[in-house]
Each structure stands twice: as structure tokens, then as C-alpha cells.
């Protein structure tokens, strides 16, 4: 059941339609959103740096410490989930004021915290303010903007987020002491007190109405979720074989099973492939910041560079993610295209970690250039990923399930926190642990871009890099391989191969659309001619001479009419898509009126005179078009003929190959049928017989010698008396002459069109 929503205090709300029909909804909501939101980026990272100096002050034993890793990732996650279904069922506006009063309010006990008691109440609550000001900050920034510009806005929001974590990165140095952190505390709360006035007042509401949900299923997802990363946080501390971790691990199937009974009707709503594809890519991000995050600093330290040198390496990190955001929002990358390359940049960067121990110089330029791509690649994974995710949730369930993509971020972030690795990286120096770490991170990000990205792309990208990297450690040792040049040149490799390879598919890509659009184009105004008409066989070929088209000057059409059956092949004066106008007007004069006019001469009369219309109203005194209209009564064993200016058809029979007399007219469009309507010429067509009408491209095909392609000798060598006996229709005649003149000629320098027809 849903949660039943009250009426919100505030001022009335906004509807979803009139906010999301304006043209913005002020600049000052969007800072209100960004600044509230920057909380979440900006306190773990002050207060993993005030950590040692909180020990110290009040005393906080190893079994504290571990307790609130416990404590804080539950509460994350339940705050999440809890905060997001909230701001559905009673208004994210509320919601919202509410998160940052407890913000503040935990923000004021840490600042005047006085035992290790008080200081770990405070800190629980600012956990719970920041994660539940975070969900309604998220969910509004989706709710207040179409999913079309979705991707825009989640851009700019999450440069501020990596803007706001550069700067937390470089105030680390001055962080680690209990005066510094009670005075950030005490600004925070006075921030958050001002924040909150400002979102009573200008924040506006959605106004989206819940979308029932079974709460039961919620509670399971979200006791699974904080299972499962209170479990990977804790059992490297306590021990995988503890009952209290043990305990852990048991509730985790039980309520997975519980919310999986249920997932499909009752949560997302969303197609499976979306919802996989953000889980990946958040694990992914999660995975790579900590592993990223917690190894670079060590790695530093043994290249000799200082704290700041260290803080400001690590907050390349924030830029590179600002970078990445922008990228995005200013390129409209897809989720695809986002985690095949971003992902692989990522894997990248965090290889080129491995060349820091070296001098100090080296050390500062490489590990902020890793640091630098690793934000870059993710940021371009994670950006678009979100964008489609949320852009594909109901409007109601968007506080709720938008919660999960923060979540699958903390669940990459203790997955990395279970490696013994991590262990031992945060228990000390130790520059081995480290680079174990980042290879790990970097299989797991490369195994993670495997499921939303393109598999053909990132694979070649990490085997090239990988690949290199083993040849030159065999062929030229391990010393000339841990130099920063050589593992340079071995991840340059990885890259290019990833760019050779992506702009590859995107060209795949978009020759498969030009082949698609050519072929409605073709279909839409060359209908396709039926195997059996009347009482005719028939068969059509068209290649167009301008590729990418469809269709170019010739055309051909058969249709079924109360006066027997018709055909029309021609060719009009030029190429191109002006040719490919006068096309679309011949054909749509000849479909309606073939149906209309009883006599042939006068039906092709009227295409004369509605050429003539046409080259007037543009005023183009040459245009004109050849053709040929054929018309067959059955049973009759002739065909009524009328030719306008075109060439005269081909017959084929056992005999051999002829010529059919018709005497060609003047072409349409020149007037010359305006008076008395010509005289069709009555052929015979005789069972057995294959009648050809071609276009003058089949004739004028030029071998290498140029010389014109002689269409009768070549179909009388391959049909005639002296040819073997075999079956000859309309389909082995076409057949033959398309392969046959592809022989002739390397090059068609103009449009080919072919119909060959024969009685029943």
C-alpha cells in the first residue's frame, strides 16, 4: 500500500505540467538544489580527514570506529529509500526542509560535542540529514525538468557535486584537527538553517501523485541493500566466520528473496536492461573512487611529494569529473556510447597510477593526469546512465527509485572496502597493497563496463593495454617496464584502440541508418512491384547512381486497373534530389490517373501535360523525362505500347533477342502530346516470351576500355539458341544482368532501372 499523502504547509504547489512547461524554474532553485546536495560530497570526505584527530580527542576505541562504519552505511541506505518514498507520498519540498533541519541540527551536536558519545549521535544524524537531503535533492532536480533534458540538467548538477569535492579534497590538510572540524560544523549548520529558509520559499512542488507501492517490498530492498554493504564493510574488521557477520550474510537472502518475489509490478516499472545497466555502472563508480582514492595518496607519499601536492593530486579527481559532466551535458553522449568509453578511460587512469613511484616531478604530473582521466571516465559513464534511468521512472516513484542509483554507488564503495587490500592500504603505508588495489579496481571497472557498454569496444581497449604491457615486461624486463614512458605508450596503445574502434562503430552505425533511410525512401516512392500482376510475371531492379538516397532520375511503377494491367519505366532529366521531386510527381500523377483514363495514348498525354505544369512552376524550361507505359489485358497475348522518347524494350525467346518496334515520341514535359492522343502500338507477347524495359544507366555502363555495355549481344550469349537450356524468367534475366553489368563495369555513373515481365 502506499503511504497516504497530507497536505504540505508550504505555499500551494506547482504542478508537474506548469513548471515543466516553463521556460526555467529560476536560477536560484537550481543553486538551492546544488548547494544542499554538495553536502553529501563534501562531509564523508572532512569527516574521514577529522577521523584521526576525533580518536584522539574523545578517546574512540577500534570497536567505535567500527561501529560507525556499520551504523553509517545502514543508515545510508535506509535514509535514502526512506527519504525518497517520503518526498513522493507527502511532497519533496517538505521533505527536503525537513532532511536539512536534521542536517543542521546533527551539525550543531558535532559542534558542540564534549564525549565520543555525543560526538557519534551527531555524526549519525548528519548521515541521515546529508543521505535524506541528497534523495530529495536528486528527485527534484528530475522531477522539475523533462526527460529530454534530463541529461542537461544532471550534467550541470553533478559538475557542481565534482566542483564541490575538488575543493573538500584540498581543504584536507587543514581538516584533520578538532578545532577545524567544530568551525566547518558550525558553518555547515548555519548553511543548512539557510538552505532550509530558502527552500520554503522559492523551491516549488511537483505535485506528482504517488504511485502505490507494497511497503513491505520497500523495507526488504532496502533492509537487502544495507545488508549487504554493512557486510562487506564490517567482515574484513570482524571476520567473515563472526556470527555477527555471519548474521549479516543470512539476512541478506532472505529479504533479496522477499523483494525479488515482488520486483516487477511493484518497483521500478522500468525495462530490466535499464535498471542492470545502472546498477553496473554505479558498483563500477562506487569501486573506482575508494580504490582510486584510498591507493593515490600512498603511492605519493612514496614519490616524496607533501601533503598538498598529495591533496591537490587527489582532487584532480573532482576536476576531471567536472570535465567529464560537461562533456556530457555539452555533447549529448548516450548511456552506451558514456560507459564504453568512459569506463575504459577510468581503467586507464587507474593503471597509470602504477608509474608514480619515481622521482617527485614525475610522480605529481602522472598521478594527476590518472587522477584527472579516472574522474573524466566516470563521470562520463555515470552522468547519461542516470539521466536514462531516471528519465524512464513514473513520475510518482521517482523520490523511490531514484534512491537506488546512490545506493548502487555505496554498495561498489564496500565492495572495495572488503578486499584485504584495502585492509592493509588503510592500516599504513604500503605501496604494494596499493597497486594491488587499483589492478583489482581496474578488472572490476572493466568487467562493469562489459554490461552497459558495447563488449566489442571494451575488450580490444583493456587486451591492447594489457596485452603491450605483458609483451614489453617479457621481451625488455621489469625495469624498463615500471618506466612511466613505457607504461604510457602501453595504456596510449589501449586508448586509441578504444577511440579506432568506437569511431568505427559509429560510422557501422550510421551506414546502417543511411542504408535504413534509403530503403523507406526508395519503398515510399517506389511502391514494389508485385511477382504477379494480371496476368503477368514480372520482375524490377533499381540502383540508384547517388548513394545514400534510394532513388535517384529513373522510376518504374505496375499497377492493376479496371483497364488491364499498366507499367511505367523512365528516366527524368538530372540526378539528385531535384530529380528525385519530379519523380514523386510523375508517379503520383500515373497512380491516380491510370485508373481514371481508359486509353493509354491519353493517359501518357497527361503525364506530358502535368510535366509541363511542373517545369513551369519551377521555372525550369529543360526539364523533361523519357518513358515508356506498357499496358496487357489478359488473356490477350499482346501488349499496347506507347513510347516517349525512350528506349525501345528487349524480347527474349528461344529465338534469341530482339528489339520491339516502337517509335519513340517526343519526351513529356516538351507539349508534343497536347493534342490528339497518340496511337498505342499494339506488340505481340506470346507465352514463353521475356519482355525487358530498361533505363538508358544499363546501356551507358562504360567498361575500362569505355566502351558501352551492349545489353542485347550479352543477354543473347546467356539466352539465346547457343546458350545451354535452362528456365528463363523475369527473375534469371534481372539476375543476370545485374551481376553482369557489375562485371562490365567498376563504376554505374548513372541510375539503372529494370522490369522484365512475361505471361502467366
Request: proline letters at 7%; glycine letters at 12%; a positive charge.
Amino acid at each position: 500500500m502506499a503511504a497516504t499523502p497530507t497536505a504540505s504547509p508550504a505555499p500551494v504547489p506547482v504542478s508537474a505540467p506548469s513548471v515543466l512547461g516553463r521556460v526555467g524554474v529560476g536560477r536560484s532553485v537550481w543553486v538551492l538544489l546544488a548547494a544542499a546536495a554538495v553536502f553529501y560530497v563534501v562531509s564523508p570526505v572532512l569527516q574521514g580527514a577529522a577521523l584521526p584527530a576525533v580518536r584522539a580527542r574523545f578517546g574512540l576505541g577500534p570497536q567505535q570506529v567500527v561501529g560507525m562504519k556499520v551504523g553509517g552505511g545502514a543508515l545510508m541506505v535506509l535514509s535514502l529509500f526512506a527519504a525518497g518514498r517520503a518526498g513522493d507520498a507527502w511532497g519533496r519540498r517538505r521533505v527536503l526542509v525537513w532532511s536539512l533541519g536534521v542536517l543542521a541540527a546533527g551539525l550543531v551536536v558535532e559542534t558542540a560535542a564534549f564525549s565520543g558519545w555525543s560526538y557519534l549521535l551527531g555524526r549519525s544524524v548528519v548521515i541521515v540529514g546529508v543521505s535524506a537531503s541528497f534523495a530529495g535533492c536528486l528527485a527534484s532536480v528530475a522531477a522539475l525538468n523533462p526527460p529530454g533534458r534530463m541529461r542537461e540538467a544532471l550534467g550541470g548538477w553533478l559538475a557542481v557535486m565534482s566542483v564541490a569535492f575538488f575543493v573538500a579534497a584540498n581543504l584536507i590538510p587543514r581538516a584533520p584537527s578538532m578545532p577545524g572540524l567544530r568551525v566547518s560544523a558550525g558553518l555547515g549548520a548555519l548553511i543548512a538553517v539557510g538552505l532550509l529558509l530558502l527552500a520554503r520559499r522559492r523551491l516549488p512542488e511537483a505535485g506528482d501523485p504517488p504511485v502505490p507501492l507494497d511497503r513491505p517490498f520497500l523495507l526488504a530492498l532496502a533492509v537487502a541493500l544495507a545488508a549487504a554493504v554493512t557486510a562487506l564493510q564490517v567482515g574484513p574488521v570482524w571476520g567473515w566466520a563472526d556470527p555477527r557477520t555471519v548474521a549479516l550474510l543470512a539476512l541478506l537472502p532472505l529479504a533479496a528473496a522477499l523483494a525479488g518475489r515482488r520486483w516487477r509490478r511493484r518497483f521500478f516499472s522500468v525495462p530490466p536492461r535499464i535498471t542492470s545497466m545502472a546498477l553496473a555502472t554505479g558498483v563500477a563508480v562506487g569501486f573506482t573512487q575508494l580504490a582510486l582514492l584510498l591507493a593515490l595518496p600512498v603511492l605519493a607519499a612514496a614519490s616524496g611529494l607533501g601533503v598538498w601536492l598529495t591533496a591537490l593530486m587527489v582532487s584532480a579527481y573532482g576536476a576531471g569529473g567536472a570535465a567529464g559532466c560537461l562533456l556530457v551535458r555539452g555533447r549529448r553522449i548516450s548511456p552506451v556510447t558514456g560507459c564504453t568509453l568512459g569506463l575504459p578511460l577510468a581503467v586507464v587512469g587507474l593503471s597509470l597510477c602504477h608509474a608514480l613511484p619515481t622521482q617527485a616531478v614525475t610522480g605529481m604530473v602522472l598521478g594527476t593526469l590518472a587522477a584527472l582521466l579516472t574522474g573524466v571516465g566516470v563521470m562520463m559513464a555515470q552522468v547519461p546512465q542516470m539521466a536514462w534511468f531516471l528519465s524512464a521512472l513514473p513520475r510518482g516513484r521517482l523520490g523511490t527509485a531514484a534512491a537506488f542509483h546512490p545506493v548502487s554507488v555505496l554498495l561498489g564503495t564496500a565492495a572495495a572496502q572488503a578486499l584485504p587490500y584495502t585492509s592493509a592500504v588503510s592500516a599504513g603505508p604500503g605501496g604494494r597493497q596499493a597497486e594491488n588495489l587499483l589492478w583489482v579496481a581496474a578488472a572490476v571497472v572493466a568487467a562493469g563496463a562489459l554490461v552497459p557498454g558495447l563488449p566489442v569496444l571494451v575488450l580490444p581497449v583493456v587486451e591492447a593495454a594489457a596485452g603491450e604491457w605483458l609483451l614489453m615486461r617479457t621481451l625488455a624486463g621489469p625495469e624498463l617496464a615500471q618506466r612511466p614512458l613505457a607504461q604510457g605508450a602501453a595504456l596510449a596503445v589501449g586508448v586509441v584502440t578504444g577511440l579506432a574502434l568506437w569511431g568505427r562503430r559509429q560510422r557501422s552505425d550510421r551506414l546502417a541508418a543511411s542504408l535504413a533511410s534509403e530503403a523507406a525512401l526508395q519503398e515510399a516512392v517506389l511502391h514494389p512491384v508485385p511477382e504477379c500482376l494480371g496476368g503477368l510475371r514480372l520482375a524490377s531492379r533499381y540502383q540508384p547512381a547517388t548513394a545514400g538516397t534510394g532513388i535517384g532520375g529513373d522510376f518504374l511503377e505496375a499497377v492493376q486497373t479496371p483497364h488491364g494491367t499498366r507499367v511505367l519505366i523512365g528516366d527524368v532529366r538530372g540526378k539528385g534530389l531535384q530529380a528525385v521531386q519530379t519523380v514523386t510527381d510523375l508517379l503520383g500523377c500515373f497512380r491516380s490517373q491510370a485508373h481514371e483514363t481508359a486509353d493509354l495514348g491519353e493517359l501518357a498525354a497527361r503525364l506530358d501535360r502535368h510535366t509541363a505544369r511542373s517545369a513551369a512552376a519551377r521555372g525550369d524550361q529543360e526539364l523533361f523525362a523519357t518513358a515508356l507505359l506498357l499496358q496487357h489485358r489478359a488473356p490477350d497475348g499482346h501488349v499496347e505500347v506507347v513510347n516517349c522518347g525512350h528506349l525501345a524494350p528487349l524480347a527474349l525467346d528461344a529465338a534469341g533477342v530482339r528489339e520491339v518496334p516502337a517509335p519513340a515520341l517526343l519526351p513529356l514535359g516538351f507539349g508534343g502530346l497536347g493534342g490528339d492522343a497518340p496511337e498505342p502500338r499494339r506488340v505481340p507477347l506470346p507465352a514463353g516470351e521475356v519482355l525487358l524495359l530498361y533505363t538508358d544507366g544499363l546501356t551507358e555502363a562504360r567498361n575500362a576500355s569505355r566502351e558501352f555495355y551492349p545489353a542485347a549481344e550479352r543477354l543473347s550469349a546467356a539466352f539465346g539458341p547457343s546458350a545451354p537450356a535452362g528456365r528463363v524468367g523475369p527473375a534469371e534475366v534481372l539476375l543476370f544482368l545485374e551481376r553482369d553489368v557489375r562485371d562490365w563495369s567498376h563504376h554505374l555513373a548513372d541510375d539503372i532501372a529494370l522490369i522484365a515481365l512475361t505471361p502467366e
